[in-house]
């Protein structure tokens, strides 16, 4: 049994290959749930609480993911990306084409011809589609094998069904800031990752993740850590933190 689990593992990491998946750090320990298709198609990321998180998430999927051969994108009706803060995530502003369009039936068909025309990593901010427009969005990504990221920072939208992926992305508490202030002070970025639906990966899965401003990269969060941080300073000297049971 176990030489057949093996086997098809390796058989898994075969047709991943021939597929063109890229792993997204920190999840290329993440097993399949934690792979980001890089065919072409439709990924949906939702801001379940504050568009910032949806925005970083974003923006940091866009740094793995952009190539000098494939610009990026976006597009939007009431830009809410802040240009010069791309920087703090390694990403130059110049690397991204910016288009404000007029109203949601300008923001597809800019969408869709540029899909149609040019290699390019395509953000679509709010888009207002029905399962006609998906469509017709779908088939554009596969002229050029481009992506099409659908990301919502105003409301929750119904399942886009045809989408490759979705992704639920929110807020988490920092970790404590170093220094004298230490439990006072904000400290790291923090993001919750939900993968609700991956086509042929194991969905949902979820992560905690930090940002590292040195590494310019994601750290997954060890969070019983950062919990038995907050009370060492409670615990008398020379005793240890141990966990409590309770029975009945």
């Known amino acids: 049994m176990v030489g057949k689990t ?47 998180a949806a925005l970083g998430w974003m923006v940091a999927t866009l740094k793995k993911l952009g190539t000098p051969q494939k610009p990026i994108v976006w597009i939007s009706q009431r830009p809410s990306l802040y240009p010069p803060g791309l920087s703090d995530f390694g990403l130059p502003p110049e690397q991204i084409l910016f288009i404000q369009v007029a109203n949601p039936k300008e923001a597809l068909w800019v969408a869709e011809k540029t899909l149609e025309e040019l290699p390019a ?50 807020t988490r508490l920092s970790s404590d ?26 969905a949902p899965a979820a992560w905690d993740v930090e940002w590292n401003d040195k590494e310019m990269d994601f750290n997954l969060v060890d969070e019983s850590q950062r919990r038995r941080r907050q009370f060492e300073h409670l615990v008398p000297e020379g005793q240890e933190i141990r966990p409590a049971y309770r029975f009945g």
């Not at 997204?24 to 399949?32: I, N, Q, T």
């Not at 800031?177 to 194991?202: K, N, T, W, Y």
Request: aromatic share 6%; proline share 6%; with cysteine.
């Open 177 to 202: 800031a170093p220094g004298l202030f230490s439990q006072h002070g904000v400290g790291q970025m923090r993001f919750r990752i939900e993968l609700v639906r991956c086509r042929g990966a194991m």
């Open 6 to 52: 093996v086997a098809l593992d390796e058989l898994r990491e075969r047709i991943r290959a021939l597929e063109g998946h890229v792993f997204l750090p920190p999840f290329e320990k993440g097993g399949p749930g934690g792979i980001l298709p890089q065919n072409a198609g439709l990924h949906e990321y939702i801001a379940l609480q504050s568009e910032n």
């Open 121 to 170: 990593l395509v953000v679509g901010e709010n888009l207002k589609l029905n399962l006609t427009t998906a469509r017709r969005l779908q088939l554009a990504c596969g002229k050029l094998q481009n992506m099409l990221f659908l990301l919502h920072t105003e409301k929750i939208p119904a399942p886009c069904h045809i989408a490759m992926t979705r992704w639920h992305i929110s």
